[in-house]
């Protein structure tokens, strides 16, 4: 009885009215969620059922996903799809984002269909990805609070193993003002989308075209984008569309080509592949009026003299790309687009937008797409996900709070330091102690503070155990927030000695981890660490030294606790270098490869708190000047060069990699050419006050230095500052010597001078 119950209830508005002229008629309800939840026998029968039920009526579009097929990049498959209803089922792995992306796949009417254990066993039992070495998850609040606010849903229908109880469908009608697509233009879906476009033209018409266009998902960015296009391809014009992928504009170029008349129009669209000498012939036959083209955001149109060929540059979800990559797009061309999507699975873009818009030209026009498109307005499966997991933006200034809090905030910008840290109170503790509009604002906060921030960076920070908060609050009003990674101790005391070697990679501890790569000291990683992973201060409160004050606070409460260090890792600049080291933390690393989204590179900053790590900072601190330095190896601090033999015998025996003792080799390279073919007597009775080092360590030092002038092309090709391959490349051939890439160079390098340690 109840699957037929069920069956009635999620074919309901494809029933009435089912044929109209030959087709489908569009149903005025909004969309619905349904849970099944249970054992898996009890899931298995009820989604039979339910395929069983849809295959009855052929114009069902049906899309049944998993979890482990969502993972990673494979989430990027349902961009740009659509179906009535959708499965998503959650028993093997859970992710608000997965929820949230196949949510956006359903159209009006349509249904979104969770499966799930059963919940009491759900919340105890979740696996998740993100667990730190040495932490368990006994109980998942976020998943708790996920289901809460599932059972506290008026329109979320529920079918359990002991009950069924599915709203009635007349809750779901459409009001009258929620319609949207009766708009008289055809060519437009909304009123908004044909304004923005005639602004877009308009713009572009005075040869000043420099917008920005957002828009939370489903509102039709694409479709405007597409129209755009066409009607600039139409008057023969040449355009430039870039985005972080090519499949990213499949939506895009789709909208395009269903455009009207598309199917006579003589254009080409072009992607990124060769064409073959045929299909070449063929295209310079028919030339085509106008065209447009996908390229990479590192292709040289974009930025060299053949981009005078193109008419203007369309950037993509520009969320997804590095900063200086958007602020380089718009250097090299007079005119361009902006697109990027705000409150999507794929991460909030408020974060983009917040470091994105102090950049831009003062005349460039923002427009805001705001009307839903795939589904109606006041759609409640969208305002159960936005609201649950956080994305919320109805109701809410651009700092995520509400409008009565706006005089509290504006007499706070009033106060001088002293005056606003006086009023301010200090807590840490863990989520389990956060309450609902405490977590509100933590969340908007960071999502306004960092590039990009995900509804699964959210699960990650309220189900970590190894996670604490911090806030700095007036009242019940947060102005700054930090979070807290406890790192390293007893942890890691299994694993330290594969960490320092460089042969073991535990999950989490990031910070720890590094500083005992660093150092090659197994000790660093049994120290205890409290890593600030992220810090946020209200935008209109910033610049007031709350940064500062919550950094004492952490440190003082780190003191009380017996904390061995504080940690940070950050995307460099100079201005954060110059936060950090202003608030006693002595920055030991900067990494070497630039952060995919921010386009920064991570600095380790750290702390002391006992003398062990106090050390241990002066160590790392002398490791890196010795890079810069022009003393000779002679004169360096014994400490450094023990690092250095510690991390070559690493590479040779296969734990390091190239790129981790590049600069030792560096070093190596200029003492080599700095001391005569036969190492004197001299240097080595530098250190003839310290037997132990003479007798070893040294003796390696000028092994390898005898080595490396031996292999005089090594001089050379180490003597490259930085891993720039064409370089390297370069000197070998000059050298005449040939190696299979980097893994070839890796290993001939390995062989050379692994007998220094035999």
């Given at each position: 009885?109840?699957?037929?119950?069920?069956?009635?209830?999620?074919?309901?508005?494809y029933?009435?009215d089912?044929c109209?002229?030959?087709?489908q008629?569009?149903?005025?309800?909004h969309?619905?969620?349904l849970?099944i939840s249970g054992?898996n026998?009890?899931?298995?029968?009820a989604?039979?059922?339910?395929?069983?039920?849809t295959?009855?009526?052929?114009?069902?579009?049906i899309?049944?996903l998993?979890?482990?097929?969502?993972?990673?990049?494979?989430?990027k498959?349902?961009?740009?799809v659509e179906?009535?209803?959708?499965?998503?089922?959650?028993?093997?792995?859970?992710?608000?984002?997965?929820?949230?992306?196949?949510?956006?796949?359903v159209k009006?009417?349509?249904?979104?269909?969770?499966?799930c254990?059963?919940?009491?066993?759900?919340?105890?039992?979740?696996?998740v990805?993100?667990?730190?070495?040495g932490?368990?998850?006994?109980?998942s609040?976020?998943?708790?609070r996920?289901?809460?606010?599932?059972?506290?849903?008026?329109?979320?229908?529920?079918?359990?193993?002991?009950?069924?109880v599915?709203p009635n469908?007349?809750?779901y009608?459409?009001?009258?003002g929620?319609?949207?697509?009766?708009?008289?233009?055809?060519?437009?879906?909304?009123?908004?989308?044909?304004?923005?476009?005639?602004?877009?033209?308009?713009?572009?018409?005075?040869?000043?075209?420099?917008?920005?266009?957002?828009?939370?998902?489903?509102?039709g960015?694409?479709?405007?984008l597409?129209l755009?296009?066409?009607?600039?391809?139409?008057?023969?014009?040449?355009?430039?569309?870039?985005?972080?992928?090519?499949?990213?504009?499949?939506?895009?170029?789709?909208?395009?080509?269903?455009?009207?008349?598309?199917?006579?129009l003589?254009?080409?669209?072009?992607t990124s592949?060769?064409?073959?000498?045929?299909?070449?012939?063929a295209?310079?036959?028919?030339?085509?009026?106008g065209l447009?083209?996908?390229?990479?955001?590192d292709?040289?149109?974009l930025?060299?003299k053949?981009?005078?060929k193109?008419d203007?540059?369309?950037v993509?979800e520009?969320?997804?790309?590095?900063?200086?990559v958007?602020?380089?797009?718009?250097?090299y061309?007079?005119?361009?687009?902006?697109?990027?999507?705000?409150?999507?699975?794929?991460?909030s873009?408020?974060?983009?937008?917040?470091?994105l818009i102090?950049n831009?030209?003062?005349?460039?026009?923002?427009?805001t797409?705001t009307?839903p498109?795939?589904?109606?307005e006041?759609?409640?499966?969208?305002a159960?996900?936005?609201?649950?997991?956080?994305f919320?933006?109805?109701c809410?200034?651009d700092a995520?709070?509400?409008?009565?809090?706006?005089?509290?905030?504006a007499?706070?910008?009033?106060l001088n330091?002293s005056?606003?840290?006086?009023?301010c109170?200090?807590?840490i503790c863990?989520?389990?102690?956060?309450?609902?509009?405490?977590?509100?604002?933590?969340m908007?906060l960071l999502?306004?503070?960092?590039?990009?921030?995900?509804?699964?960076?959210?699960?990650r920070l309220?189900?970590s155990?190894d996670v604490?908060?911090?806030?700095f609050k007036?009242?019940?009003?947060v102005?700054?927030?930090?979070?807290i990674?406890i790192e390293?101790?007893?942890?890691?005391s299994?694993?330290?000695?594969g960490?320092?070697?460089?042969?073991?990679?535990?999950?989490?501890?990031l910070?720890?981890?590094?500083?005992?790569?660093?150092?090659?000291?197994?000790?660093a990683?049994?120290?205890?660490?409290?890593r600030?992973?992220?810090?946020a201060?209200?935008?209109?409160l910033?610049?007031?030294?709350?940064?500062?004050q919550?950094?004492?606070?952490?440190v003082?409460?780190?003191?009380?606790?017996?904390?061995?260090?504080?940690?940070?890792?950050?995307g460099?600049t100079?201005?954060?270098?110059?936060?950090?080291?202003?608030?006693?933390?002595?920055?030991?690393?900067?990494?070497?490869?630039p952060?995919?989204?921010?386009?920064?590179?991570?600095?380790?900053?750290?702390?002391?708190?006992n003398?062990?790590?106090?050390?241990?900072?002066?160590?790392?601190v002398?490791?890196?000047?010795?890079?810069?330095?022009?003393?000779?190896?002679?004169?360096?601090p014994?400490?450094?060069?023990?690092?250095?033999?510690?991390?070559?015998?690493?590479?040779t025996?296969?734990?390091?990699?190239?790129?981790?003792?590049w600069?030792i080799?560096?070093?190596?390279?200029?003492?080599?050419?700095?001391?005569?073919?036969a190492?004197?007597?001299r240097?080595?009775?530098?250190?003839s006050?310290?037997?132990?080092?003479?007798n070893t360590?040294?003796?390696?030092l000028n092994?390898?230095?005898?080595i490396?002038?031996?292999?005089?092309?090594?001089?050379?090709?180490?003597?490259?500052?930085?891993?720039?391959?064409a370089?390297?490349?370069?000197v070998?051939?000059?050298?005449?010597?040939?190696?299979?890439g980097?893994?070839?160079?890796?290993?001939?390098?390995?062989?050379i001078?692994?007998?220094?340690?035999e």
């Amino acid at each position: 009885m109840a699957l037929i119950q069920l069956r009635e209830w999620l074919l309901a508005p494809y029933r009435e009215d089912s044929c109209k002229n030959g087709s489908q008629a569009t149903p005025l309800l909004h969309r619905r969620m349904l849970v099944i939840s249970g054992g898996n026998d009890f899931c298995e029968a009820a989604i039979s059922s339910l395929k069983s039920s849809t295959d009855e009526l052929s114009s069902l579009s049906i899309s049944n996903l998993t979890g482990n097929a969502l993972k990673g990049k494979m989430r990027k498959q349902v961009l740009g799809v659509e179906c009535d209803i959708a499965l998503l089922d959650c028993r093997v792995s859970f992710k608000p984002g997965d929820i949230m992306a196949v949510a956006g796949i359903v159209k009006r009417s349509g249904c979104l269909i969770l499966i799930c254990p059963e919940f009491n066993a759900w919340v105890d039992n979740i696996a998740v990805p993100f667990l730190s070495e040495g932490f368990t998850l006994n109980h998942s609040r976020y998943l708790s609070r996920f289901i809460e606010n599932l059972r506290k849903n008026p329109y979320v229908g529920f079918h359990t193993e002991t009950e069924t109880v599915l709203p009635n469908v007349s809750i779901y009608s459409v009001e009258q003002g929620s319609i949207h697509n009766e708009h008289a233009n055809t060519r437009f879906r909304s009123v908004e989308q044909e304004d923005a476009y005639y602004q877009l033209h308009q713009a572009y018409m005075r040869n000043h075209l420099n917008a920005l266009i957002t828009a939370p998902r489903g509102r039709g960015k694409s479709s405007l984008l597409g129209l755009f296009i066409d009607s600039l391809v139409k008057e023969g014009k040449h355009i430039l569309l870039t985005s972080e992928r090519s499949e990213n504009v499949t939506n895009v170029l789709s909208r395009f080509a269903e455009s009207e008349e598309a199917d006579n129009l003589n254009v080409k669209l072009y992607t990124s592949q060769v064409a073959s000498m045929e299909t070449q012939r063929a295209e310079q036959q028919t030339a085509p009026k106008g065209l447009v083209k996908w390229v990479p955001p590192d292709s040289e149109l974009l930025f060299g003299k053949e981009n005078t060929k193109y008419d203007l540059v369309i950037v993509d979800e520009a969320a997804s790309m590095p900063l200086p990559v958007i602020n380089r797009i718009m250097a090299y061309n007079p005119q361009w687009v902006l697109s990027t999507t705000l409150l999507g699975y794929e991460g909030s873009g408020r974060g983009f937008i917040h470091k994105l818009i102090p950049n831009l030209p003062n005349e460039t026009l923002h427009l805001t797409l705001t009307t839903p498109l795939r589904w109606f307005e006041n759609d409640p499966v969208e305002a159960f996900l936005n609201n649950t997991c956080l994305f919320e933006n109805d109701c809410m200034n651009d700092a995520g709070w509400n409008v009565n809090s706006q005089n509290s905030i504006a007499f706070l910008t009033s106060l001088n330091t002293s005056e606003l840290i006086t009023a301010c109170e200090f807590d840490i503790c863990s989520f389990e102690n956060v309450d609902e509009n405490m977590l509100r604002q933590i969340m908007s906060l960071l999502s306004l503070a960092h590039y990009q921030t995900t509804p699964d960076d959210f699960m990650r920070l309220m189900d970590s155990p190894d996670v604490l908060v911090v806030t700095f609050k007036v009242k019940d009003l947060v102005l700054a927030t930090a979070i807290i990674n406890i790192e390293g101790g007893d942890c890691l005391s299994d694993v330290a000695l594969g960490i320092a070697e460089g042969k073991r990679r535990p999950k989490g501890h990031l910070g720890a981890q590094r500083l005992t790569l660093l150092s090659a000291d197994f000790n660093a990683a049994t120290q205890s660490y409290w890593r600030i992973n992220r810090i946020a201060v209200h935008p209109k409160l910033q610049d007031k030294g709350i940064g500062s004050q919550l950094i004492k606070k952490i440190v003082k409460k780190a003191r009380k606790r017996t904390i061995d260090a504080i940690l940070t890792s950050y995307g460099t600049t100079n201005k954060l270098d110059g936060f950090w080291s202003n608030n006693g933390f002595y920055i030991v690393d900067y990494g070497r490869k630039p952060n995919k989204a921010s386009g920064e590179t991570s600095a380790l900053a750290v702390l002391p708190l006992n003398v062990y790590t106090d050390e241990l900072v002066e160590k790392v601190v002398a490791l890196k000047a010795s890079f810069i330095s022009a003393l000779s190896l002679h004169e360096l601090p014994i400490s450094v060069l023990e690092i250095y033999i510690s991390k070559l015998n690493h590479f040779t025996q296969g734990t390091r990699t190239l790129d981790e003792i590049w600069p030792i080799l560096n070093k190596l390279a200029s003492e080599a050419k700095r001391r005569p073919k036969a190492i004197s007597d001299r240097h080595e009775n530098k250190r003839s006050n310290d037997a132990e080092l003479l007798n070893t360590d040294l003796y390696v030092l000028n092994k390898l230095i005898k080595i490396v002038d031996t292999n005089s092309y090594l001089i050379s090709l180490c003597d490259v500052s930085d891993m720039n391959m064409a370089l390297i490349k370069e000197v070998l051939e000059d050298n005449g010597v040939k190696v299979n890439g980097l893994k070839g160079l890796t290993a001939a390098i390995r062989a050379i001078l692994r007998p220094a340690f035999e």
